[in-house]
């Protein structure tokens, strides 16, 4: 039976949270001195915009707030640039490659899918994924979370809604890979 989409929902939630904080701690320890001197241009910048909103709190006056916002140093774009590619590329492949890993050697069933008692399933089988469209799922939803591109965080957000359209309630990425998430009823054919 087709998982919904709450349940589904949830589940990749429960899955993205743990890989993308492991990403995070793994980027810190993998950067090199540039990347960690955007890091901290980027950082900088954040308290920089958190104080003038104290200001502009006790104050009233949110000109040099506003100003700071909308337009940022040159110098802070690069380095917000720097720092999201390296951080999204080392996110992209750790969830690419733990979410592929689990749903092919975990029979079709991720972290978070067995949190919510479902399981990926090949349409045409049952049985759980092959390598090649586990990866090619884990890949398209890694890119959706973590790469800082506005056209694959719309065609994400698009396609988590896909299944609320189509009575067999599967995304685009399950139908480009012949699977379907589905409720796991302990069989695996």
């Not at 899955?15 to 955007?38: C, I, Q």
């Amino acid at each position: 039976m087709p998982a919904g989409l709450w349940r589904r929902s949830l589940a990749a939630l429960a899955d993205a949270l743990p890989l993308l904080g492991l990403s995070w701690w793994l980027a810190l320890r993998l950067a090199g001195p540039d990347d960690l001197a955007a890091r901290d241009k980027v950082v900088a910048f954040y308290d920089q915009l958190q104080a003038l909103s104290m200001q502009a709190q006790r104050t009233g006056s949110t000109a040099a707030l506003w100003n700071l916002a909308l337009h940022p140093p040159e110098n802070v774009l690069l380095a917000y640039a720097t720092w999201l590619g390296f951080l999204g590329t080392i996110a992209f492949c750790v969830v690419a490659a733990a979410l592929a890993a689990q749903e092919w050697l975990g029979g079709g069933r991720t972290l978070g899918k067995r949190v919510f008692n479902l399981r990926t399933a090949d349409v045409p089988t049952g049985a759980r994924p092959a390598f090649l469209p586990a990866l090619l799922r884990s890949a398209w939803k890694a890119a959706f979370l973590c790469l800082p591109n506005p056209l694959f965080t719309l065609l994400g957000i698009v396609n988590a809604h896909v299944p609320l359209f189509r009575k067999d309630r599967r995304a685009w990425h399950d139908l480009w890979t012949r699977t379907q998430v589905v409720e796991d009823d302990g069989r695996e054919v």
